[in-house]
């Protein structure tokens, strides 16, 4: 005899409907706890995707200087921006995601509690690991857009650790890097930047005495570029390079990551009527931060 319990709730397995009718019919089970054919179909179709582990992922590449467990996560970040993982949907299991990447189970679970860490995922005994967040910042340096700005409009929250602000002469080296003439008086900053405590990227600047129109403190809660616009020194041109660097032991301990990890670096100048005030001296996280753009018009004769 089938005996109905409330807090099962109500039944609708499909396999069960030959066992629970005649039940029904007997009056063991109240129909009230039997869920319609059309009731079976929505639970159907509104359980989570189970994603297969060729949908979105391949093996880690084993010759590449990049830690195994960061390929992992380099490559959860990218299934996110494609939007080939989404919102929802049930990721392979852990078994399946070690033979996939050809990894061993403890760097697996070391790249998952990362990406667990920054709300991508979440983990659950017997319900298996589900997709929930947002994608690695995306920032297109042709655009006016801060770095604050995006981690603040992808509902994160920014913040800033000024770890250096102090008065400097431009020696040979500094020159050099900077283009500022050797003896110039400059302001010296480095910055943490982070999204939710998470670490997107470590910022130097230089910049020239009468470009100063912000304190430290004020540094910690926006961008300094956002204070060069409101106070007189917006820019009018922008000149930027990317280069590849690996990270120090300094610039490794700002962004969590192991030393020797490629990262990509920008070095922006800022104008102001012909004049040369700032330059930021960039570095970003290599999974944490992306750099993206379109180009528009191009002329397929040209191949």
């Not at 089970?29 to 994603?51: L, W």
């Not at 920054?118 to 929930?132: A, D, K, N, P």
């Not at 999204?195 to 997107?200: F, K, L, R, T, Y």
Request: hydrophobic share 40%; aromatic share 6%; proline share 5%.
């Amino acid at each position: 005899m089938i005996t109905p319990r409330r807090s099962l709730g109500r039944i609708c397995g499909a396999a069960l409907v030959p066992r629970v009718r005649p039940a029904v019919r007997r009056r063991e089970i109240p129909a009230s706890h039997v869920a319609t054919s059309e009731e079976r179909e929505s639970a159907v179709s509104d359980a989570p995707r189970r994603v297969s582990f060729g949908e979105a992922f391949v093996a880690v590449d084993v010759t590449s200087r990049a830690p195994l467990y960061a390929q992992v996560i380099a490559q959860m970040e990218e299934a996110l921006r494609r939007r080939v993982l989404q919102s929802g949907d049930l990721l392979p299991t852990e078994r399946q995601l070690c033979e996939g990447f050809g990894v061993a189970r403890s760097t697996l679970r070391r790249a998952m509690g990362d990406i667990e860490a920054r709300g991508l995922i979440s983990r659950t005994q017997g319900s298996g690991t589900r997709v929930e967040g947002a994608a690695a910042i995306q920032h297109h340096p042709e655009t006016s857009h801060t770095l604050f700005e995006l981690i603040a409009a992808s509902k994160r929250e920014p913040s800033t650790d000024v770890r250096e602000f102090s008065w400097t002469h431009a020696d040979a080296d500094v020159s050099s890097v900077t283009g500022f003439p050797i003896g110039a008086r400059l302001l010296h900053i480095v910055r943490d930047r982070y999204a939710s405590g998470v670490p997107i990227a470590s910022f130097e600047n230089y910049v020239r005495p009468d470009a100063v129109v912000f304190d430290e403190e004020t540094l910690t809660r926006g961008s300094i570029e956002a204070e060069f616009a409101g106070n007189g020194w917006a820019a009018d041109r922008i000149e930027y390079k990317l280069t590849a660097v690996v990270l120090d032991d300094v610039l490794a301990g700002s962004l969590q990551m192991p030393v020797g990890t490629p990262a990509l670096r920008e070095h922006r100048r800022s104008y102001r009527g012909g004049v040369y005030y700032n330059i930021g001296i960039n570095t970003y996280h290599p999974i944490n931060h992306s750099i993206t753009g379109v180009v528009d018009g191009m002329d397929p004769a040209r191949g």
